[in-house]
């Protein structure tokens, strides 16, 4: 049974980073994308990046502080997390598309496949 596994979240202070993993083996031709979803809010679309790592895309609210990146040996997608602020604080889960879509990467309906998910919280 395939599956995706976070890592990585924790405790932060404001201005401080961290790095998530994803481990996401059997899935090398997939878009992996990072969502997040805090208490009493929406699941909002964190990033994403297809299955050779030629395309990225960010959401709003983290462009130039996130970076996505992709180590395909090691079937792993990593989420750069740098200058924190109190309102990254979430729950973060990876997801698998079943095509490596480069389109409409940032709609929860483009993936097939979640992870659990790893708390993530920045204090200020």
């Known amino acids: 049974q395939v599956q995706l596994v976070e890592s990585g979240g924790g405790l932060a202070q404001a201005g401080g980073s961290l790095r998530l993993s994803c481990a996401a083996p059997?899935?090398?031709?997939?878009?992996i994308g990072w969502f997040r979803q805090a208490p009493g809010k929406e699941r909002e679309f964190v990033a994403a990046?297809?299955?050779?790592?030629?395309?990225?895309f960010y959401g709003g609210s983290v462009k130039g502080r996130f970076t996505i990146s992709r180590d395909i040996a090691k079937n792993t997608v990593y989420l750069h997390m740098s200058s924190l602020k109190p309102e990254d604080t979430a729950v973060y889960h990876c997801?698998?598309?079943?095509?490596?879509?480069?389109?409409?990467?940032?709609?929860?309906?483009?993936?097939?496949?979640w992870g659990q998910g790893t708390q993530v919280t920045v204090s200020s």
């Open positions: 997801a698998a598309d079943g095509a490596g879509a480069y389109f409409y990467t940032e709609r929860t309906s483009t993936y097939d496949y």
């Open positions: 990046i297809t299955p050779n790592g030629d395309s990225t």
């Open positions: 059997g899935f090398s031709r997939s878009t």
